[in-house]
Protein backbone atom coordinates (compact mmCIF):
# COMPACT_ATOMS: atom_id res chain seq x y z
CA UNK A 1 0.00 0.00 0.00
CA UNK A 2 1.36 3.58 -0.75
CA UNK A 3 0.74 6.86 0.60
CA UNK A 4 -1.10 9.24 -1.13
CA UNK A 5 -0.44 12.61 -1.91
CA UNK A 6 -2.83 14.68 0.59
CA UNK A 7 -3.34 18.34 0.73
CA UNK A 8 -2.14 20.06 3.76
CA UNK A 9 -1.80 23.41 5.18
CA UNK A 10 1.43 25.50 4.43
CA UNK A 11 2.03 28.84 6.05
CA UNK A 12 1.64 32.02 3.64
CA UNK A 13 5.08 33.20 2.79
CA UNK A 14 6.12 36.67 4.37
CA UNK A 15 5.73 39.30 1.81
CA UNK A 16 8.82 41.98 1.82
CA UNK A 17 9.04 44.38 -1.22
CA UNK A 18 12.47 42.32 -2.41
CA UNK A 19 9.94 39.45 -2.72
CA UNK A 20 6.81 40.80 -4.47
CA UNK A 21 8.12 40.37 -7.78
CA UNK A 22 8.38 36.91 -6.71
CA UNK A 23 5.61 36.39 -5.55
CA UNK A 24 3.30 38.32 -8.27
CA UNK A 25 4.68 35.72 -10.41
CA UNK A 26 3.90 32.60 -8.82
CA UNK A 27 0.03 34.28 -8.62
CA UNK A 28 1.11 34.07 -12.54
CA UNK A 29 1.98 30.36 -12.89
CA UNK A 30 5.50 31.37 -12.97
CA UNK A 31 8.60 30.49 -11.04
CA UNK A 32 10.99 33.09 -10.89
CA UNK A 33 14.85 33.17 -9.89
CA UNK A 34 17.62 35.41 -9.48
CA UNK A 35 20.70 35.89 -11.96
CA UNK A 36 23.72 37.54 -11.27
CA UNK A 37 25.16 39.70 -14.11
CA UNK A 38 28.17 39.90 -13.01
CA UNK A 39 29.43 36.01 -12.27
CA UNK A 40 26.62 34.61 -14.91
CA UNK A 41 25.14 32.28 -11.34
CA UNK A 42 21.06 31.97 -10.81
CA UNK A 43 20.85 31.55 -7.19
CA UNK A 44 18.27 30.43 -4.94
CA UNK A 45 16.70 31.97 -2.43
CA UNK A 46 16.23 34.75 -4.47
CA UNK A 47 17.82 37.38 -2.86
CA UNK A 48 19.20 41.23 -4.15
CA UNK A 49 22.70 40.25 -2.94
CA UNK A 50 24.77 37.20 -5.35
CA UNK A 51 25.82 34.62 -2.71
CA UNK A 52 28.55 33.80 -4.86
CA UNK A 53 30.27 36.87 -5.93
CA UNK A 54 28.73 38.94 -3.82
CA UNK A 55 27.14 41.56 -7.02
CA UNK A 56 24.13 43.46 -6.36
CA UNK A 57 23.76 43.72 -9.81
CA UNK A 58 20.63 40.73 -10.18
CA UNK A 59 17.65 40.39 -12.09
CA UNK A 60 14.82 37.95 -12.27
CA UNK A 61 14.69 35.42 -14.65
CA UNK A 62 12.00 33.08 -15.63
CA UNK A 63 13.19 29.34 -14.53
CA UNK A 64 11.53 26.62 -16.80
CA UNK A 65 9.88 24.39 -14.19
CA UNK A 66 11.36 21.19 -14.48
CA UNK A 67 14.41 19.44 -12.43
CA UNK A 68 15.31 16.43 -10.93
CA UNK A 69 15.08 15.12 -7.45
CA UNK A 70 18.03 15.34 -5.73
CA UNK A 71 17.04 13.55 -2.19
CA UNK A 72 13.62 13.22 -0.28
CA UNK A 73 12.20 12.12 2.58
CA UNK A 74 8.17 10.85 3.48
CA UNK A 75 7.53 12.34 6.18
CA UNK A 76 4.24 10.45 8.27
CA UNK A 77 4.12 11.63 11.95
CA UNK A 78 5.24 15.55 11.49
CA UNK A 79 1.27 16.47 11.02
CA UNK A 80 -1.64 15.27 10.16
CA UNK A 81 -1.49 13.87 6.85
CA UNK A 82 2.21 12.57 5.41
CA UNK A 83 3.84 14.51 2.83
CA UNK A 84 7.51 14.73 0.85
CA UNK A 85 10.11 17.10 1.23
CA UNK A 86 12.72 16.77 -1.37
CA UNK A 87 15.45 18.92 -2.70
CA UNK A 88 15.11 19.41 -6.48
CA UNK A 89 17.69 20.95 -8.52
CA UNK A 90 15.89 22.96 -11.13
CA UNK A 91 17.42 22.78 -15.00
CA UNK A 92 18.99 26.38 -14.58
CA UNK A 93 21.52 24.90 -11.92
CA UNK A 94 20.26 25.87 -8.56
CA UNK A 95 18.78 23.45 -5.81
CA UNK A 96 15.38 24.47 -4.15
CA UNK A 97 14.20 22.81 -0.81
CA UNK A 98 10.09 21.82 -1.99
CA UNK A 99 7.48 19.43 -1.76
CA UNK A 100 6.54 16.86 -4.20
CA UNK A 101 2.56 16.22 -4.87
CA UNK A 102 0.27 14.59 -6.66
CA UNK A 103 1.41 11.26 -6.86
CA UNK A 104 1.95 8.28 -4.58
CA UNK A 105 4.58 9.64 -2.49
CA UNK A 106 6.13 6.21 -2.03
CA UNK A 107 6.88 6.10 -5.94
CA UNK A 108 9.26 9.20 -5.89
CA UNK A 109 13.24 8.20 -6.41
CA UNK A 110 16.24 10.40 -6.29
CA UNK A 111 16.62 11.02 -9.74
CA UNK A 112 13.30 11.50 -10.95
CA UNK A 113 12.24 14.32 -13.47
CA UNK A 114 9.95 16.55 -12.24
CA UNK A 115 7.68 19.33 -13.29
CA UNK A 116 6.40 22.82 -11.50
CA UNK A 117 2.80 22.89 -10.02
CA UNK A 118 1.93 25.86 -7.55
CA UNK A 119 -0.16 24.67 -4.46
CA UNK A 120 -1.78 27.20 -2.60
CA UNK A 121 -1.11 28.51 1.06
CA UNK A 122 -2.84 29.54 3.49
CA UNK A 123 -4.06 33.03 2.28
CA UNK A 124 -4.51 31.64 -1.51
CA UNK A 125 -0.72 32.60 -2.53
CA UNK A 126 0.42 30.06 -4.73
CA UNK A 127 3.79 28.45 -3.79
CA UNK A 128 6.14 26.51 -6.21
CA UNK A 129 6.02 22.81 -5.69
CA UNK A 130 6.94 19.42 -7.74
CA UNK A 131 5.39 16.38 -9.71
CA UNK A 132 6.62 13.40 -10.61
CA UNK A 133 6.65 13.92 -14.50
Not at 10 to 38: D, F, K, S, T, W
Not at 77 to 96: C, F, H, N
Amino acid sequence: MGTPFQARVIPAPVQYPENEPYLAAAREGRLLLRHCAICNSPHWYPRPICPFCGADDTQWIDASGRGTVYTLSVTRKAGPVPYAIAYVTLDEGVTMLTNIVDCDLDTVRIGDAVELVFKAAEGGQPVPMFRPV
